[in-house]
């Protein structure tokens, strides 16, 4: 029998995240957000790697949970996003470019942020096959663009959408 199967495992509700301080948390969810780019720009990915690739995302984003701050949960999000995008997987994607924009809105998130999760909507529409939606947040997301103090935090945003139709 597995650890998994195990009637002494323990379930995800009872993992003691306090292992970990807030700087642990903060720093491997910089990791491995780290690493999923590094994964995201892997010309011939194994399966292996992809799998590394979207569990990498989901512990970025649960690490900021516990020790980032608010726009951190948001680009998690942002990021799951764009992995399931790039995988041609709509449904996740359209899951996370919502909470990203969700989380936006909630903790009123601007800025790059925001752009971003116009963006990821764009894209993840794109993938699930609604252009008239993918369109529409296309627009958003360049509207926003304008709101983005910084030209360096700009310019991503910019080639990213620039990459859609």
Sequence with gaps: ?????????????DLDASDLDAAGHRR?????????????????????????????AH????????????????????????????????????????????LCREFELGDWDLAAAYEAMSRASLVAADDVAARD????????LDDIADPDDREPIETDLAALP
């Design 1 to 13: 029998m597995s650890d998994a199967a195990s009637p002494t495992a323990p379930a995800a509700a």
């Design 28 to 56: 491997l969810g910089k990791d491995l957000f780290n690493r999923v780019w590094t994964l995201l720009e892997t010309a011939d990915r194994t399966p292996e790697q992809t799998d590394e690739m979207i569990h990498a």
């Design 59 to 102: 512990a970025s984003r649960w690490h900021w949970t516990v020790g980032g701050d608010r726009a951190q949960r948001a680009r998690g999000e942002w990021q799951c996003s764009r992995v399931y995008a790039v995988l041609g997987r709509g449904e996740p994607a359209l899951w996370h470019s919502r909470r990203c924009l969700d």
């Design 137 to 144: 947040w296309k627009a958003k997301a360049l509207a926003a």
